[in-house]
């Protein structure tokens, strides 16, 4: 026999010839030292490509494949709270906060009438006033710790969080609108000072979140 | 024990259990569970990612999760006539030589690039080249390295090849005896 083309060979390894011509070949290579040798590179050849390890995606796939099927990505197990507790103890901060501030407006309201001061009427009525005493410093700091702290928080977590600051904020602006029109609305005043403080609130408790997952 | 299944390497008894727990998980995703289709991806993702990178010779984390999105969408097209994993696999088949047709329909307009010829090494190729085998199976053309990935690396049989590449099954052993000659210089 003459020798072999090299697609025999290959042909041969997956047993893809006629049965006569297998043997044939199988008795060629049993004397012939230059096919045998390509033969056995063959053989490492496939044997190396079932041998080639697996390579998984290099990171976790399943949050974008999830949010396309429209299911929702698994809680992640770094956060100690449940989304309810979280909830929950905000609402518990927000209100005492309110009482809190509320208190404060009334005793401060009684120390200005007791000082006497009517002559120029305040651009925010005493509670919006209180409330913002410090606060916008207050803010500035927490929104920093939260950009520091933001990226040990899930995206699910960043997500409520940005929308619940995006509603407050736009109660804000609301607020200040209607204020500017009218400033002496005690009741505008009050509900801008209860706003920026459960937007505070909110600041507060993603920051501890960033906290609890680290 | 040990069973065959068309396509892959004979399963093994632990195989066998996978694959019932693919089958039961293949179901309640059908039905809308996405709890049941998050376990099938975190049992055939890491799998899926590589038989789409080596096919397409490129790392293709995208590419995966269009798979895994695809297999989601036809779950109501799988009726356990083969294994969960053979089918998903052809579904990641289809992905990668749509994506390849659109690339080249994109090419052909940009540029008029002709498509890479097929590489067809010499018998007298040298031994050893100085690149790892991975390296080596990106050089290869498209066409033989698709059908390398399928038959060496998978385990699926030419007629199999030629159904899910559109090819004669004379063009997959062709395509696949290239391959190996190429690849033979970059054994280490």
Known sequence: ?214 | MVTTSPGLHPLRATDTALADADAVDATLAASGDAHAFERLYRRHVGRVHTLVSRMLGEDADDVTQEVMIRGWQKLPTFRGESAFGTWLYRVAVNVVLNRRAQVGRVRRFLVRQPEEPLERPGREAPVGAGIDFETALKGLSPGARRVFVLHDVEGYRHEEIAGMLGIAAGTSKSQLHYARMALRRHLE
């Open chain 1, 1 to 214: 026999m003459t020798h072999p083309t090299s697609k025999q060979l290959s042909d041969f390894l997956d047993r893809e010839l006629a049965p006569a011509e297998q043997a044939e070949l199988e008795a060629h290579l049993a004397g012939c030292g230059e096919c045998a040798a390509l033969m056995g590179e063959l053989r490492r050849v496939i044997a190396r490509a079932e041998a080639l390890e697996e390579r998984p995606p290099r990171a976790d796939l399943w949050p974008g494949v999830a949010a396309a099927i429209g299911a929702i990505p698994p809680a992640p197990r770094r956060i100690a709270f449940s989304i309810p507790q979280l909830l929950a103890a905000g609402i518990a901060l927000v209100v005492i906060t309110g009482v809190m501030v509320r208190w404060l407006s009334r005793e401060r309201r009684s120390v200005v009438a007791e000082i006497a001061q009517p002559a120029v009427p305040p651009v925010l009525p005493a509670g919006a006033r209180i409330a913002a005493h410090g606060y916008a410093d207050a803010i500035r700091e927490l929104e920093a710790e939260l950009a520091q702290g933001r990226g040990r928080l899930d995206t699910a977590t960043v997500r409520v969080l940005e929308d619940n600051l995006a509603l407050v904020d736009r109660a804000i602006q609301e607020a200040q609108r209607a204020l500017a029109a009218d400033p002496g609305n005690a009741y505008v005043s009050g509900h801008l000072a209860r706003t920026r403080l459960r937007k505070l609130g909110l600041l507060r408790q993603a920051t501890a979140l960033t906290h609890v997952s680290s």
